[in-house]
């Protein structure tokens, strides 16, 4: 299907495709991937709204941006996904002062940090990486018009760990930094699965993206003893590679521009092609658990009661 690899570039997957009209919104987009994503959409024609929680990071990359191009339409605006209350309030405003929504890329995250809580309790990786996201865009849903896309990133971190569903949120159990990441990957996978079961029928589609292995803020928690982890964890005769930001991107951008994929939705994309089933000894490909609708409609329950609100979509 798909003509790109592993070391294809945003600059590639966007080549000839024209955003005019469209309106973004990127979640992370003070650094690394979403500064990249929204560079890309905006460059191809796009508006892209910008989130982050620092507003003098926000403000300066889009000024960044307007100086490389002066006719990116770019605006920001503040959200803590750690925080519910704040997300209810950022999605208010963006359904009351914007354009309706053609692209949304979950694109924020936190990764192997030490035990934390979210404002309402929640185990940080899991709170901010999954339950923020999933309130944000069940907020939003409303605003997707037909034919939306709703890029989620996930991760092949998702082989670190099933979701827990009996304890998400390491109230009985022991915590440990990598199962707690695994967990809110495999989240994110599912979330995909469960928000294109419910929005199908009116023309969207939701995807989950493994970006690849690349060196942001995102690994700003991380000491030698991870990387060693992670290394030895590759297979011998295919050690760990490290992308660049503008490849790490290019699946988003594939997963919210790429006209082949007009009719797909509830699927993992990894190197800018649909993951396969992982197979022994591999490095890529996606576990079934991450993918399981079953699984997805549980998680959404789940969901459900721990951010209190129930959503007909």
């Not at 998400?168 to 199962?179: A, F, L, M, T």
Request: with cysteine.
């Amino acid at each position: 299907m798909s003509t790109f690899n592993a070391e294809s570039t945003t600059r590639e997957v966007i080549e000839g495709i024209s955003l005019s009209g469209k309106f973004a919104v990127v979640t992370g987009a003070s650094s690394g991937l979403g500064v990249e994503t929204v560079r890309t959409l905006a460059g191809a024609g796009a508006r892209v709204l910008m989130l982050a929680r620092d507003q003098a990071k926000l403000e300066g990359v889009a000024n960044a941006l307007r100086s490389v191009d002066n006719e990116a339409q770019v605006d920001i605006e503040i959200i803590d996904l750690s925080d519910l209350d704040r997300v209810r309030n950022t999605c208010a405003n963006i359904l009351d002062s914007y354009p309706p929504i053609d692209l949304l890329i979950n694109n924020a995250g936190v990764m192997a940090c030490p035990l934390g809580r979210t404002a309402q309790g929640f185990e940080m990786q899991f709170g901010t990486n999954h339950l923020g996201h999933f309130l944000f865009t069940c907020l939003l849903a409303p605003g997707l018009v037909d034919g939306a896309r709703v890029i989620s990133l996930s991760s092949a971190g998702h082989k670190f760990g099933r979701v827990d569903f009996d304890d998400p949120n390491y109230q009985q159990r022991d915590y440990e930094k990598w199962s707690a990441y695994g967990q809110s990957k495999t989240a994110n996978a599912l979330f995909a699965v469960g928000l294109d079961d419910r929005l199908k029928s009116r023309g969207i589609r939701a995807f989950a993206v493994h970006p690849g292995v690349i060196m942001t803020e995102l690994s700003r928690h991380m000491v030698p003893e991870d990387f060693e982890m992670l290394q030895a964890r590759a297979p011998k005769d295919k050690p760990m590679t490290m992308k660049t930001v503008e490849q790490g991107a290019a699946t988003s951008v594939w997963a919210a521009t790429a006209p082949e994929l007009s009719e797909e939705g509830a699927i993992y994309l990894e190197d800018c092609h649909i993951g396969k089933a992982t197979a022994p000894g591999g490095d890529g490909g996606v576990e079934s658990y991450a993918l399981d609708h079953s699984d997805a409609d549980r998680l959404w329950a789940i969901s459900e009661e721990l951010v209190g609100q129930t959503f007909s979509l």
